[in-house]
């Protein structure tokens, strides 16, 4: 199996910086597209920011000059540096990633998701 862990979330102050990071795991044959979504009690998850395994990036335009996305491919690690932080960047975050697993090969890639960091953002 396919397992993503995250790390980084916490209470930071407005205008302030977190850095999140995911590592995948487990029986991997290829990462290809990373991503980070957040989610606000009573909404739907929403996207944050997206990177290719060849480095392309998408970021939401609430995000946009804030937070930058990038990754590890050795490592299959994507992390989320953000930075001037606003109370509405409140939620928890998920890191998703697109695998190609040894176990599944057939399937092709398949989207897996961690359980989620908290990011709270308040004075």
């Known amino acids: 199996q396919v397992q993503l862990v995250e790390s980084g979330g916490g209470l930071v102050q407005p205008g302030g910086s977190l850095r999140l990071s995911c590592t995948a795991s487990?029986?991997?044959?290829?990462?290809?597209?990373m991503g980070w979504y957040h989610q606000v009690p009573g909404k739907q998850r929403e996207l944050v920011a997206t990177i290719t395994s060849s480095g392309s990036t998408t970021y939401a335009e609430s995000v946009k000059g804030r937070f930058t996305i990038s990754r590890d491919n050795a490592k299959n690690t994507v992390t989320l540096q953000m930075n001037s932080l606003k109370p509405e960047d409140t939620a928890v975050y998920y890191c998703n990633a697109y695998v190609v697993a040894t176990t599944t090969f057939r399937l092709g890639s398949m989207s897996y998701w961690g359980k989620g960091t908290l990011v709270t953002v308040s004075s």
């Open positions: 487990g029986s991997i044959f290829s990462v290809n597209t």
